[in-house]
């Protein structure tokens, strides 16, 4: 039904504008701390909180820490933490055999996590890229990624993050097939409960520049990720593969980055309906905060302003940097 719109002065949209009390009625959008993830840095040691100089305000912080971080953060109220390994240069393979040891820092996490903060839920990212010698998240023979190998090594990283504990796995990887592939291997494991929640439309963006600096990765990288990640440039290819996802057994869908493609974010959960996701990626982090920083914009509503942008775009939630800051904010 199109709705009629009388003519002015009958209609005068500002009327519902006047006041907090009327804006608040007419809202149809709002952000709550239930709508947070948010992605922390772990690296080896004890008792280390370290900067990470391209995300100001952004931490790699040692397992003990990460886990009061996660009790704080639990606290706050936001639902999910998703864990990113720092990995030393040392443990990086061409067999990226570390990424499926059950002690590796990642899993070390989980399980820190788990006992310090039962309630809130624990995601992982599944990809090749922090043990990998050259940067990939998959398999590289000859100069080319090869697909279904990495699969295979997907699968028992997966397995090893359930084993323990992660409650939601994060596929960051985009080979082809790898969602059926892992949801059966869950499956065979009586890992009936843990959910897969797809990195299912990701593109090859520039946005992720500082990420790759806070779990080292930007020096090992050789060439780009253009093969599997997605040109920028295509939105049906995004519903496609979101489909194929969610027909192989996803839970969730991530849509990433977040700001510059929130145009895909309404497509998808418009076209599907299933929970949907938004990266807010370390790039869009460190615009907002260098900005903030020189005084050019206020950081605290460039913040809010953005992460509600998500929700009118149609997200369930945001995977951002920003959580702490804005549960604290939202909780006054
Ligand atoms: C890698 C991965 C990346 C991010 C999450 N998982 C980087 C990449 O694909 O190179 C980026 C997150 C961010 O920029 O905040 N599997």
């Excluded at 008792?47 to 953060?73: F, H, K, T």
């Excluded at 997966?158 to 796995?169: F, H, N, S």
């Excluded at 959910?195 to 992720?208: D, N, Q, R």
Aim: proline share 6%; with cysteine.
């Amino acid at each position: 039904m199109k709705p009629t719109i009388a003519p002015y002065p009958l209609a005068r949209f500002r009327r519902t504008r006047q006041s907090q009390a009327v804006r608040a009625l007419v809202r149809e959008n709002t952000l709550t701390t239930d709508d947070l993830i948010w992605p922390v840095f772990v690296r080896d040691g004890e008792g280390i909180e370290e900067p990470v100089p391209s995300m100001p305000g952004v931490m790699r912080r040692s397992v003990d820490l990460i886990a009061q971080a996660a009790v704080e953060a639990q606290a706050l109220g936001i639902p999910a933490i998703c864990i990113f390994p720092y990995t030393d240069a040392s443990l990086k393979t061409e067999d990226c055999a570390e990424a499926w040891n059950p002690d590796n820092l990642s899993n070390r996490a989980i399980r820190a996590i788990k006992k310090a903060a039962p309630n809130i839920a624990v995601m992982t990212d599944v990809a090749l890229d922090p043990y990998n010698i050259n940067g990939h998240d998959g398999y590289v023979v000859d100069g080319e990624i090869i697909n279904d190998q990495t699969i295979e090594a997907l699968i028992k990283m997966t397995l090893a993050q359930a084993d323990a504990g992660a409650d939601i796995i994060g596929p960051s990887d985009m080979m082809d097939g790898r969602i059926g592939e892992m949801r059966r291997a869950l499956e065979g494991a009586d890992h009936h409960n843990v959910m897969i929640l797809s990195y299912a439309a990701k593109y090859a963006s520039a946005f992720y520049g500082p990420f790759r600096d806070a779990v080292g990765a930007s020096g090992a990288l050789t060439g780009d990720k253009k093969t599997y990640q997605m040109d920028p440039g295509n939105s049906d290819e995004a519903l496609r593969m979101i489909e194929r996802d969610l027909t192989e057994g996803a839970d969730m869908v991530m849509i990433k980055p977040g700001m510059p493609y929130l145009d895909i974010c309404r497509r998808v959960k418009d076209t599907f309906g299933a929970p949907t996701y938004a990266y807010q990626v370390s790039g869009e982090y460190a615009m907002i905060q260098a900005a903030a920083q020189n005084g050019w914009i206020d950081g605290e509503k460039v913040m809010l302003e953005s992460l509600l942008a998500f929700k009118r775009a149609g997200c369930d939630g945001i995977l951002t940097y920003f959580a702490p800051q804005a549960a604290r904010i939202l909780q006054g």
